[in-house]
């Protein structure tokens, strides 16, 4: 487990990076059982190494690890960093709320949009990929489970249309669905509804058999109802420290 430095700058670049390796070991090793005990194939789970308020030191010694997918959830420090590591096969997932005039910034270096969740950011983000020149991003359809508006994520109610809005476009491929267990509610619960709103949407587009689902504290529960993405920042880089924005 990872634990102590916050930034990574307690601790000396070749402590951290034992450190960073030691928790990716374990934490791969987890996916792993909880792979086996779902009767599932851990190489069908996409880990996502959520970098977010971590030094490009720490991003650097994890591609030097051989973790190739990064998230992010801010673009201004997302871009920074993927400026950085421009050189990189590193591909970047954007895990946030997306303001529609961000979209183009965002489309510039992600490669995959976990949070599309209104028919407006459908829109931007196509158009962001034609004035780009790029042909291609794939998109998760965020949820919302809780019930609540406000935290982003569409009602489960509005997944068909947003899907088929994204299934017209030129250049945007729908991989499935994406959701963040609602605080306080049991994750596997929440899960369960989204293997069953991956199912409905399956029949129209069987292309987006994708979950984006898990974090650190409930990744174990996100394996067993079918997540095939896990977006984990804290079970492998520690506790985040004060979000400066
Ligand atoms: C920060 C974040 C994560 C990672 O959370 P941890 O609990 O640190 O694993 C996953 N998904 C989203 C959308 C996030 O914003």
Not at 50 to 72: H, W
Not at 176 to 203: D, K, N, Y
């Amino acid at each position: 487990m990872a634990s102590g430095s916050t930034e990574g700058t307690a601790a000396g670049p070749d402590e951290r990076r034992a450190e960073l390796a030691a928790s990716l070991d374990d934490l791969r090793a987890r996916i792993v059982q909880a792979s086996v005990q779902a009767g599932r194939n851990a190489t069908d789970v996409v880990l996502i190494a959520v970098t977010k308020t971590f030094p490009l030191t720490d991003v650097r010694l994890l591609l030097e690890l051989g973790v190739d997918d990064l998230g992010e959830n801010r673009d201004q420090e997302a871009k920074a960093k993927a400026a950085q590591l421009a050189s990189t096969d590193v591909r970047w997932h954007f895990l946030g709320q997306v303001q529609t005039n961000k979209a183009r910034s965002v489309a510039a270096y992600a490669q995959c949009v976990h949070s599309v969740d209104r028919a407006s950011l459908v829109d931007a983000l196509q158009l962001a990929l034609t004035r780009s020149g790029r042909d291609r991003l794939d998109v998760f359809i965020q949820v919302n489970l809780d019930g609540t508006s406000g935290r982003g994520g569409a009602a489960p109610g509005l997944v068909a249309g947003l899907a088929d809005q994204i299934a017209g476009t030129a250049a945007l491929r729908l991989r499935g669905v994406m959701t963040v267990a609602p605080l306080g509610a049991e994750p596997a619960r929440a899960f369960g509804q989204l293997a069953e709103i991956s199912q409905r949407l399956r029949h129209d587009h069987q292309a987006a058999t994708d979950i984006s689902a898990g974090m650190s504290g409930d990744f174990v529960s996100a394996i067993a109802a079918g997540a095939t993405h896990l977006r984990i920042g804290s079970a492998l880089l520690g506790p985040r420290g004060q979000v400066v924005s």
